[in-house]
């Protein structure tokens, strides 16, 4: 999946590649070697954005999304991770947001 946010009459993108394992870690080192991967052969086509480019989710729990070029994160911390894509500062609990 391909998201595409435009700001500020700048293009953003987000691809998502998702993996399911029988291991969260495992599931996440084949997302992240498929993310590298796209960078390399798609990356004049996704402009020179300076934030988010890769979101990796796979099956299992408690993986949170750093705030990298590439984020890794489980199905219960998705809503973060896009957040962040979408520009929104970190999230806090569920359903709440944390004011700065």
């Given amino acids: 999946m391909v998201l595409r946010r435009v700001t500020g009459g700048s293009e ?5 590649e998702v993996k399911l ?5 495992e599931g996440a080192r084949a997302a992240l070697q ?4 796209y960078r390399r ?8 954005g ?7 989710v796979t099956w299992g729990a408690d993986l949170q999304p750093a705030p990298a070029e590439i984020m890794l994160c489980t199905p219960d911390t998705i809503l973060t991770a896009i957040m962040r ?6 999230m806090g609990a569920p359903g709440t947001r944390e004011s700065s």
């Fill in 12 to 16: 953003h993108w987000l691809l998502v």
């Fill in 21 to 25: 394992r029988r291991r969260v870690e």
């Fill in 34 to 37: 498929d993310l590298l991967a």
């Fill in 41 to 48: 052969a798609f990356g004049a086509c996704l402009g020179g």
């Fill in 50 to 56: 300076t934030d988010f480019y890769g979101l990796g």
């Fill in 85 to 90: 894509f979408a520009g929104e500062r970190d």
